[in-house]
């Protein structure tokens, strides 16, 4: 090139520029020369700050061979990885609480009610139903019993679920109670309680790996939540009628011994209008047979008061669709596998091509 190294230094520093018969001369000897910096001409994906969408369609097309296999080979991949995961199946209950109107066919018995002063009988008990089949009263039960399986089996949840019982540190014993928390924790997520506040409908759902179990546990714990407000809500009535009962009893007894006493005096005393002595022991006896016969009609009237309570606390929750088998399972979703799986093969690999470039 007939230039010395001096001055091709000082060409490399920019010390001189170089002139149109050198870059000639240099042309001659690497025809190649002008494709050196080919790369800073390319165009960019993000120019002045904006996305330059044709560039990114360009690097899609040139590598859509790739991009396309990368997503077949993904999807496949995710369809044989749902296949790992245990199938589960989904049964559901339905309840709804009854009206407060249910007594219509009591209407007249309500009405001779309202002549002893009650102006309703309404149920003032009210119940969280979800937090009733997540208490641990239901769990307990459902732990407790056994369970018919598809395959004939029957057996408890926590041998379904393969809880194994560990070996004590301080005795040779097996710790049954550890087991009895890891199930019991268990057992929260595999039940779901719905209530729309619009229409009151309650939905108990239960997710198992078998659907005989998913279906009985279900229809469990709707009769379980059943009895439980039927028998909490009709108690404080009957355990009122009792107490009304008993003590009717004995205030009868009194009454007729007044009674009693009160005729033997006037059989005795015939004339005791005309003595004021005889009248006021007269009037003392007739004082006390009055009292005890106003306590005696007040209880008279609070026992058929309850009586009338003991008869309408019918069930306010009734179960509307019992849960049955389902024939397919709920989870894995394998649609979902394959979408999922074919977005990442195809996201994955269009990022590693726009890397390149």
Request: proline share 3%; with cysteine.
């Amino acid at each position: 090139m007939q230039v010395s190294r001096a001055t091709l230094i000082n060409y490399e520093k920019g010390h001189t520029a170089i002139n149109t018969d050198v870059l000639n001369r240099l042309e001659k000897v690497f025809p190649d020369f002008i494709n050196f910096n080919k790369h800073d001409s390319k165009p960019k994906i993000i120019n002045e700050n904006y996305i330059d969408f044709k560039v990114l369609y360009g690097i899609f097309i040139r590598g859509s061979k790739t991009i396309l296999l990368a997503t077949i080979l993904s999807t496949f991949f995710g369809y044989c990885t749902s296949f790992l995961f245990t199938k589960y199946y989904n049964s559901e209950i339905s309840l709804y609480a009854a009206k407060n109107d249910s007594m219509g066919s009591l209407s007249q018995i309500q009405s001779f009610a309202l002549n002893f002063g009650i102006k309703n009988l309404e149920n003032d008990q009210s119940f969280n139903i979800p937090d009733l089949v997540e208490s641990r009263l239901i769990a307990s039960s459902l732990l407790k019993n056994k369970w018919n399986s598809i395959d004939g089996r029957n057996i408890k949840l926590k041998d379904l679920w393969r809880i194994k019982e560990e070996k004590s540190m301080v005795k040779d014993t097996y710790d049954s109670l550890r087991v009895v928390e890891i199930a019991m924790k268990k057992l929260k997520n595999h039940i779901s309680v719905n209530e729309d506040p619009r229409t009151g409908l309650i939905r108990i759902k239960t997710t198992f790996s078998d659907p005989i179990i998913s279906a009985e546990i279900a229809n469990f714990i709707g009769s379980q939540v059943q009895n439980y407000i039927q028998k909490e809500n009709s108690a404080q009535s009957t355990k009122e009628k009792v107490f009304i009962s008993e003590r009717l009893l004995i205030v009868k007894e009194e009454l007729e011994s007044a009674e009693l006493e009160l005729k033997t005096f006037k059989e005795r005393n015939r004339g005791y209008e005309d003595s004021p002595e005889l009248f006021m022991v007269f009037s003392r006896y007739f004082r006390d047979v009055e009292a005890k016969k106003e306590v005696f009609l007040t209880l008279q009237q609070q026992l058929e008061l309850a009586r009338i309570e003991e008869v309408r606390q019918s069930p306010i929750l009734h179960i509307l669709d019992f849960a049955v088998p389902a024939t397919r399972y709920s989870s894995p979703n394998r649609v979902l596998f394959l979408v999922l799986f074919a977005l990442i093969g195809f996201f994955a690999s269009y990022i590693i091509k726009i890397i390149k470039y």
